[in-house]
T-cell receptor, first 112, second 110 residues
């Protein structure tokens, strides 16, 4: 079965650079969630979209922005990268309310 | 603010049932109980969820107390591959995000 696809799987950036992470949800899933997981930490919710509109906002820094496109894929844009942004970034999608969310394998971002 | 309380770690012998408790004493009527697990830096994996009735699927069983203030996830025959961090999450009905707490690190021992 198709799963949530994230790209790239690994990314190395320097401080103050920008990065774009992409998420392709499972077909016919209309909701996308983004999470950040620092080393030794639990996943932290960043932001979510439902039907291409932002639906919930968590602890997303102002330097980050995200959107969901007409084909339902989503991109997380990160600017002025800091060392502390080094983390695993997960995307998840779900097909509707009160249903389980399925996670991708994540993008490991390393800021040097 | 954490809505759930779980023991930080548990051990289970391979082949035995693993019973993972979760306390959610402030749960509201429109909140579901979800269980996910994360195996070493992989994406969290959905296990099961329920509102008030007990639920069972091919992975696990979820037992929710009548007052809904606590629940137990049961892995009937734990294997080494079940070693992971298990998260109990209380989630408002709808498309609301899953909010992860600290979870329980389950170690299955041969």
């Amino acid at each position: 079965a198709a799963g949530v696809i994230q790209s790239p799987r690994h990314l190395i950036k320097e401080k103050r650079e920008t990065a774009t992470l992409k998420c392709y949800p499972i077909p016919r899933h209309d909701t996308v969630y983004w999470y950040q997981q620092g080393p030794g930490q639990d996943p932290q919710f960043l932001i979510s979209f439902y039907e291409k509109m932002q639906s919930d906002k968590g602890s997303i820094p102002d330097r980050f922005s995200a959107q969901q496109f007409s084909d339902y894929h989503s991109e997380l844009n990160m600017s002025s990268l800091e060392l502390g942004d080094s983390a695993l970034y997960f995307c998840a999608s779900s097909p509707g309310p009160n249903t389980e969310a399925f996670f991708g394998q994540g993008t490991r971002l390393t800021v040097v | 603010d954490a809505k759930t309380t779980q023991p930080p770690s548990m051990d289970c012998a391979e082949g035995r049932a693993a019973n993972l408790p979760c306390n959610h004493s402030t749960i509201s009527g429109n909140e579901y109980v979800y269980w996910y697990r994360q195996i070493h830096s992989q994406g969290p994996q959905y296990i099961i969820h329920g509102l008030k009735n007990n639920e069972t699927n091919e992975m696990a069983s979820l037992i929710i107390t009548e007052d809904r203030k606590s629940s137990t996830l049961i892995l009937p025959h734990a294997t080494l591959r079940d070693t992971a961090v298990y998260y109990c999450i209380v989630r408002v009905a709808g498309n609301t995000p899953l909010v992860f707490g600290k979870g329980t690190r389950l170690s299955v021992i041969a």
